[in-house]
């Protein structure tokens, strides 16, 4: 039996996906594409929550607007893409290994590319992300079983120094296959208060969620 559509899903289009994934990119809040948009942030809510979708003229606009900025990126420059991200993106591959990291994670962290790009990730992270690998890697992540994932994590970084931070993340997980053909994780995500952190852990009854597709 087919699985039923919320309203969000009608079409060929997974509008709290789209959106999400383009907010995401431009390091951008809520209330900033509603202003892009000249809709209310409880519209963008609404529309990320997949409780409606946006109207025919809308959608359009909102196509357009994401085929310019983020779909029409060369397949070859994708890691580049990633790279010059202002919001929070890293590519990391099946065992664990961070490829490549975005000026936005290298702001948020404070930890430089040369001491991120080439190490696992618990040799940079704990906490949340370890257990986000495990469970994508459980799920058939890295299979290519399962297409995006979204998330709450609250980041616990080690600093070369010696130092210690965490701070917490909205982040929305695919994947994408590298060089060689095995699947790479594409994490993109905003910093978010302590207040939107929870509420999202309340939201998705857990840690993290499989988005769903049409």
């Known amino acids: ?39 209310t942030q ?17 959608q359009g606009r909102i196509l357009a607007m994401v085929e310019q900025e983020t779909l ?7 890691r580049q893409f990633v790279t010059d991200q202002p919001a929070i993106a890293a590519v990391i591959d099946p065992d664990g290994r961070i490829e490549t ?6 702001r948020e962290t404070g930890i430089g590319r040369a001491d991120m790009e080439g190490q696992r990730i ?9 257990k986000l690998f495990s469970w994508l890697s459980t799920i058939g992540f890295f299979d290519e079983r399962v297409e995006t994932v979204e998330s709450a994590d609250r980041y616990c970084i080690h600093r070369p120094d010696g130092a210690e931070d965490s701070f917490c993340v909205h982040n929305m997980h695919w994947w994408r296959r590298g060089e060689d053909r095995r699947p790479r994780w594409i994490l993109t995500g905003a910093r978010v208060d302590e207040a939107e952190f929870e509420a999202l852990r309340e ?12």
Do not use: C, H
Request: charged share 20%; glycine share 8%.
């Open 1 to 39: 039996m087919a699985k039923a559509r919320t309203p969000a899903q009608n079409g060929d289009v997974n509008w709290p996906e789209v959106l999400k994934k383009y907010r995401f990119s431009k390091n951008m809040k809520q209330a900033s594409l509603a202003e892009d948009l000249n809709v």
């Open 42 to 58: 409880a519209m963008i809510s609404r529309w990320e929550s997949g409780a409606i979708a946006p109207g025919r003229d809308m």
């Open 72 to 78: 029409a990126t060369p397949m070859v420059g994708w």
């Open 101 to 106: 990291v975005s000026v936005g994670l290298i």
């Open 122 to 130: 618990d040799g940079v992270f704990s906490g949340d992300l370890l």
């Open 203 to 214: 939201e998705f009854g857990a840690q993290a969620r499989i988005m769903p597709v049409d």
